[in-house]
C-alpha cells in the first residue's frame, strides 16, 4: 500500500491531499531523491565559513504546502487525474522533486555563494550539484 509519511504540524489540507493522493492505489514503488554530490550538503547547511544556500528543503516546503499544484507545475501533468496509477504517482512525485531541486539550485548560480568576494572566497559552481540531481528507484 502507498504510505507517505510526514511529520507535519497544522496541515490538514496537505493530509487530506495525500489521503486522496493514497486512495489511487497500492504501490510498493520506492524513488530516493537527491545528490551524490558531497558539497551538496555544505550548500544546504551551509559551513562556519559560508552561509546556507538550500537547494533540498525548499522543495519540500513547497511539496508539503499544496502537493497537487507542486506534482502538476514540476512535471507534465496537467491534473492529479491523468496520473494513472499509484505507481506512476510516486515516479511523478519523485520527479516533480527532481525538477523543483534543480530549479532551487538553478537560480543561485549567477550568485557569489561565498561570504567574500576574494580569491580565497571564490563563488561555488554548482553545475556538478545540478547535474547529480536525481530519482532512482529503490
Known amino acids: ?33 537527491g545528490s551524490d554530490v558531497e558539497y551538496g550538503v555544505y550548500l544546504e547547511f551551509g559551513t562556519e565559513d559560508m552561509p546556507p544556500y538550500p537547494w533540498f528543503r525548499p522543495a519540500i516546503r513547497e511539496f508539503k504546502a499544496n502537493s497537487s499544484d507542486f506534482i502538476t507545475d514540476n512535471t507534465d501533468y496537467n491534473t492529479l487525474e491523468q496520473i494513472p496509477n499509484a505507481d506512476a504517482l510516486v515516479t511523478a512525485i519523485a520527479n516533480a522533486l527532481v525538477n523543483q531541486m534543480t530549479n532551487n539550485v538553478s537560480a543561485g548560480e549567477s550568485v557569489d555563494r561565498s561570504p567574500g568576494t576574494t580569491p580565497d572566497h571564490p563563488q561555488i559552481d554548482t553545475g556538478t550539484l545540478k547535474a547529480s540531481i536525481s530519482a532512482e528507484r529503490d
Open 1 to 33: 500500500m502507498t504510505d507517505f509519511d510526514l511529520d507535519l504540524d497544522g496541515t490538514i489540507n496537505l493530509q487530506e491531499e495525500l489521503d486522496d493522493l493514497e486512495d489511487m492505489g497500492a504501490s510498493d514503488r520506492v524513488e530516493v531523491v
